[in-house]
């Protein structure tokens, strides 16, 4: 019959939990020392890396074609087309903004 050494058994126990509690501490103080390296000792560094690091909005118009059939003729074309709205209750003096309006826009007398 075997007896076994609970003593032993503790002490091998403790050995392991010790190891064991030594390498999550090690990690975590890795971990802490890389946290305190990015965010104290290279803030300068990585703010000014995300200032350069800018969103510019460039606006694209886009490309329109033209829209044709099975036969080749054209459906759609492109044309530019401008429009003016007036909205009369807003205007004070209606024949001055038409005075101002008739060299820039093909206006009739009407």
Not at 26 to 37: E, K, Q, S
Not at 52 to 81: C, F
Not at 100 to 105: E, Y
Request: glycine share 4%.
């Amino acid at each position: 019959m075997t007896f076994k050494d609970f003593d032993a058994e503790e002490k091998l126990f403790l050995r392991r939990v010790i190891v064991a509690f030594g390498v999550v501490i090690v990690c975590f103080g890795i971990l802490i020392f890389n946290l305190y390296n990015l965010q104290i000792r290279q803030h300068h560094y990585y703010t000014t890396r995300s200032n350069e690091n800018d969103i510019k909005m460039l606006p694209v118009a886009p490309t329109r074609g033209i829209i044709y059939d099975r036969n080749g003729i054209p459906l759609v074309r492109n044309v530019t087309w401008y429009d003016i709205a007036v909205t009369p209750y807003k205007i004070a003096d209606m024949d001055a903004l038409l005075k101002q309006l008739t060299p820039i826009v093909d206006l009739s007398p009407q």
